[in-house]
């Protein structure tokens, strides 16, 4: 599906700079993790940070092709493919969706309105607790469950997918429709252009620091 991994450019690092160190540990702690996830395999990735209760988290990643852009080439309203990445907790015996950062994708454009998790998905297990947690309310493009809200979660979703657009090509974003948590989330990364966002360069995000920062909490 994707053959070579692209980053976007780090001109605040230097790799291996006396001055900069705890800078260049992050980006290579950032890298190893952007292997991991390159694939969008759907694959569960143990990350090292825990909930507040002490739970494992867990991340997995989804790229999956638009089965209606298929039957229906032409028809411009209809996205190539979904990405869907899911926030888990718990172990083995327990594990059970946290959170999710839902997108559309459109050739170079990726766009966050609603959730997408009611297209047909791999019957893997985790996979299958996903319709059951999320199918019950009309919810927006980014969701965290309100008993694990407020512990970086949905920012280290939203990072995860700007990473993940880096790699693949994704050049803009637009945000439909924001609700206020979404907007001071994004107020964060340096994007601050109201509730409604259209076609934002991804590369033109100030926060590229946070973007890494964050992610290291999560897997370093």
Known sequence: MFSEIKRFPHDDYALGAPTQLSEADTLQKVYKFEDTIYPMDGELIPLTRRTLDGEPLHLA???????????????????????????????????????????????????????????????????????????????????????????????????????????????????????????????????DEGYHVVRYPVEELPNQLLIDETIKSFVG
């Open 61 to 191: 990643v989804r790229y999956l092709p638009s089965a209606h852009r298929e039957k229906h080439p032409r028809h411009a309203a209809n996205p190539e493919h979904f990405m869907l990445v899911d926030m888990y907790a718990g172990d083995d015996t327990n594990i059970h969706p946290i959170g999710y950062s839902d997108w559309k994708i459109d050739g170079d454009h990726a766009i966050a309105s609603i959730s997408y998790h009611s297209v047909p998905l791999p019957a893997t297990p985790h996979e299958e607790l996903l319709l059951p947690k999320w199918k019950q309310i009309n919810l927006k493009g980014l969701q965290v469950d309100p008993d694990y809200q407020g512990q970086g979660i949905g920012m280290f979703m939203q990072c995860v997918s700007l990473r993940l657009f880096a790699m693949h090509d994704i050049t803009t974003i637009t945000l439909v429709d924001m609700l206020e948590p979404s907007k001071r989330l994004w107020q964060k990364l340096g994007l």
